[in-house]
């Protein structure tokens, strides 16, 4: 079976641009969760979607939002760059949303804000 | 704020011993706890998970979890340099998916 793929892999853009990425989860799974990983905070929880609808929201800015389609594959948008948005971005996959599923994560979208 | 605490590192073992990494965390409405693996330049690779107060084992790996004293470890016996990695301790409640994440323990098995 396949794993989560996410694209791009790497994206490099400028302050004020806009990014959309792209997570496709492990065939079968409802729930795609993202998160982003930097150095000093480590990884932090975006939100998470579920049957189309974002079913949890961490603490960040309304820069940040996403969607899921009817196929799972899920989006994410960043809006208005700033420099401190330069960070990994982690897609994770999971069967169900309530806790105790296990995620998987896809290999990650490396974002550099110039 | 839940916390998952991940200090004492980074650990440096030699080849063959055993690696014990901690965690604790201090939301008690924790009920699943997870461990990853992360190699540098790599995605988490999820290794163990554990529910339930006591031990949990497979392969080389035990996660070992005390609810009371909101506690949760991960053993690997005989440590080989391929453990070498970045052992991220997560957990989440029952009935929400969010995973919150320690900062990571590194690990460095000496040949």
């Known amino acids: 079976k396949a794993g989560v793929t996410q694209t791009p892999r790497y994206l490099i853009k400028t302050r004020g641009q806009q990014v959309t990425l792209s997570c496709s989860p492990i065939?079968?799974?409802?729930?795609v969760s993202w998160y982003q990983q930097t150095p000093g905070q480590g990884l932090q929880f975006l939100f998470e979607?579920?049957?189309?609808?974002?079913?949890n929201k961490g603490n960040f800015p309304g820069r940040f939002s996403g969607r899921q389609f009817s196929n799972s594959r899920s989006e994410m948008n960043v809006s208005t760059l700033e420099l401190g948005d330069s960070a990994l971005y982690l897609c994770?996959?999971?069967?169900?949303?309530?806790?105790?599923?296990?995620?998987?994560f896809g290999p990650g979208t490396r974002l550099t804000v110039l | 704020q839940k916390e998952v605490e991940q200090n004492s590192g980074p650990l440096s073992v030699p080849e063959g011993a055993i690696a014990s990494l901690n965690c604790t965390y201090s939301?008690?409405?924790?009920?699943?706890f997870f461990w990853y693996r992360q190699y540098s330049g790599k995605s988490p690779e999820l290794i163990m998970f554990?529910?339930?107060?006591g031990d949990k084992e497979d392969g080389r790996f035990t996660a070992q979890l005390n609810k009371a004293s909101q506690y949760v470890s991960l053993l690997i016996r005989d440590s080989q340099p391929s453990d070498s990695a970045t052992y991220l301790c997560?957990?989440?409640?029952?009935?929400?998916?969010?995973?919150?994440f320690g900062k990571g323990i590194t690990l460095s098995v000496r040949p």
């Open positions: 994770a996959s999971s069967l169900e949303t309530f806790g105790g599923n296990e995620q998987f």
């Open positions: 065939s079968g799974h409802r729930s």
């Open positions: 979607y579920f049957s189309e609808t974002q079913r």
């Open positions: 939301d008690r409405g924790s009920q699943s």
């Open positions: 554990i529910y339930s107060n």
């Open positions: 997560a957990v989440n409640e029952e009935t929400n998916s969010k995973l919150t």
